[in-house]
């Protein structure tokens, strides 16, 4: 007991000096003991519940919400838009088909002429199967060839082999030896090894067994195992008589894969006129050709469809392509259409087919006479171009080309020469050497100079024409003095020229003509609505002698379409037009042709010369006096048009003998020219290549230049009138 008492007395001394210790650190903190526990417990505990509710009931709130909001929702998708979502659903389960491809826009001229249109043809396909095999195709075969009769006159001896294979595999097997099947075992032969012995080892003998049946049945095979294997094959498209496409149609579900369509096929109501330029179409059974498989697969195009290959048909393919029809495929295996096709859209040309008839004739006619006159044996080609200067539509162009066979001569068309076949054209462009010399400063308005050869030291002279005497720079483009242009060359090069001294002349002096030049649409693309354009040659070499050849056309090469916008930009006061042969673009909506309009070309300027505007004046009157009497364009055409115009006529060279060297040197004539000289309506380029050669020193050269030019501008007038 004792012993508890003095621990209860020590614990409570303890306690004691807790307390006193506590009294004393509230008091240095002067912060009073709480004198109510519980009641501080509660409140706190009271303030945390009501947290918690507010929490609580924000958190409902906020569920309510989202609960509308996905009420709302639903009601949204199952009532009111119910209808849309039905039909995406069912656009994403139903199997959808497109039919064969849709006939394309139709293609007109200027004055609403179709000269390109659809024809209906009958069509006979075989389209393989999943899982038939090779036995069921031969069965197929013959059978069809007993409905249908097909040319295999021109079946090669490979095909009719790999017939034999296909139809008698057990016996082309042991045409292969035991070793060489165990070689294949063993991999140092391939599959494609044994095939190709197989096939070499075939003899005539085997396939003597094959009667005109079999050779028939043989060709069917070939034609249905041709291209992709997924595309239609073209059995038979031409000669279809009435009975082969009824009893093909009436047998299809007999015939597996075998079916008749109607297909259409292009027409030419002018047959080869222009005919290059508008371009081709693949055909029903090639589809997509090879080349431009990944560049019509990657816009959303089967590998079956009919599609524009060249020129116009290609470049406006976007326009001209047909809508297809679009078919459901139904649970018992028919097909519903939901979508009509139609026909492309139509588009019509800034050519005047009967101008371009009549320039096609007139070309024909000229380089056939050409090639009956003396020292023509290099010449085989001219161009043609006509033009509205205000606007760049291109009313005709027309290149012709001359091919001997045998005695005679066969003229082909070679019009796509005129965006791909540069030439050097000569004195033509002498009106852009002009403005580079009045830019400069190198050639003042009116200056008078002395027509003399230039002599450069260890070069030949270089001369006019002819010694044209004084000169200023209108009777300057008059003549054609080349004397004339090397001063201003020289001036442009900052050179110090004496008689057979060495020339030096700053290099830049060739950036500086090409410059303006390409104002001017020389030397660079033209950007005319085709898909393919050359840009010619430029020369590399800064000789001094070569830029005195570049300022009289001398050097670098041009192509006609350039040639043609040079002339253009002149005769339109220095503003350089983009040449195009689409006018309009017409909706095939209605049964009716060209009634809703849906695009036009509108004019484009591509950029305007950068000089002044009595710099191109005098550039225009220098034009003008040539085509005056005594000027070298006399003649080119009848005066009472008001033309004018440059000539111009040059050097080259050309590989006679095919042997890859240039051998033999050529004259080439060229002639740019519009009317009336005061409001041109229309230009006129024409182009001669190779007209005269030096090798059998012969004096004579054709004028068939000047008579093309003649003839082709005065059908332009009688069919347009001059006033």
Known sequence: MKNNKNRLGNYAQKVFKRKEKSKILYKKRKIKPQKNIKYSYYKSYKDVKETIEKRYNILIGFIILIMCILFVNLFYIQVIKKDYYKSEVEKSTQNIVEGSTAPRGRIYDRNHKVIVNNEPSKIIYYKKPSGITTEEEIDLAYQVGEIISVDFSSIRETKLKEFWMAKYPKKADKKITDKEWQKLEERKLTSDDIEDMKLERITAEDLSVFTDVDKEAAMIYTLMNKGYASSEKIIKKENITDEEYALISEKSHL?????????????????????????????????????????????????????????????????????????????????????????????????????????????????????TEPNTELYNRSFVIIADPKTGDILAMAGKQAIKEGDSYQVLDYTPGITTSPVVVGSVIKGASHIVGYNTGALTIGEKRL???????????????????????????????????????????????????????????????????????????????????????????????????????????????????????????????????????????????????????????????????????????????????????????????????????????????????????????????????????????????????????????????????????QKYFELYGYE
């Open 255 to 371: 015939l597996n894969g075998f079916n008749t369509r109607l297909d259409w096929e292009r027409s030419y109501p002018y047959g080869s006129v222009f005919r290059a330029m508008l371009g081709s179409v693949s055909s029903s059974d090639s589809g997509i050709p090879y080349e431009l498989k990944d560049y019509y697969l990657a816009k959303g195009y089967s590998l079956n469809d009919r599609v524009g290959t060249s020129y116009l048909e290609y470049q406006y393919e976007s326009t001209l392509r047909g809508t297809k029809n679009k078919y459901q495929i139904m649970p018992d295996g028919e097909y519903r259409l939901t979508q009509e096709g139609k026909r492309g859209n139509d588009i019509v040309l800034t050519i005047d087919i009967e101008l371009q008839k009549a320039v096609e004739e007139i070309l024909t006619e000229e380089v056939l006479k050409a090639k």
């Open 451 to 713: 027509d003399t050869c230039v002599k450069i030291a260890a070069t030949p002279q270089k001369c006019s024409w002819k010694y044209l005497g004084m000169l200023d720079d209108i009777t300057a483009l008059k003549q054609s003095s080349n004397t004339y242009q090397f001063y201003t060359a020289i001036k442009v090069g900052n050179g110090n020229y004496v008689y057979n001294q060495p020339l030096s002349l700053d290099p830049a002096a060739f950036d500086t003509y090409r410059n303006t030049f390409a104002e001017f649409g020389l030397g660079v693309k033209t950007g005319i609505d085709l898909p393919v354009e050359s840009l010619g040659y430029k020369g590399t070499s800064t000789v001094s002698g070569h830029l005195l050849d570049f300022s009289i056309g001398q050097y670098d090469t041009y192509t006609p379409i350039q040639l043609s916008q040079y002339i253009g930009t002149i005769a339109n006061n220095g503003s350089r037009l983009k040449p195009h042969l689409l006018k309009e673009i017409y909706a095939s909506d209605t049964d009716e042709s060209l009634v809703k309009r849906v695009d036009y070309y509108e004019t484009t300027v591509l950029n305007v010369v950068n000089t002044k505007a009595e710099y191109l004046e005098r550039v225009k009157l220098g034009f003008k006096a040539v085509m005056e009497y005594g000027g070298t364009g006399s003649g080119y055409i009848d005066l009472k048009y008001k033309p004018a115009g440059k000539t111009g006529t040059s050097q080259s060279f050309v590989d006679t003998d095919g042997d890859g060297n240039i051998d033999t040197e050529t004259v080439t004539n060229t002639f740019a020219g519009y009317a009336p000289y005061d409001n041109p309506k229309v230009t006129f380029t024409v182009i001669s290549p190779d007209i005269y050669n030096y090798a059998n020193n012969s004096l004579y050269q054709t004028t068939v230049n000047k008579r093309i030019t003649q003839r082709v501008s």
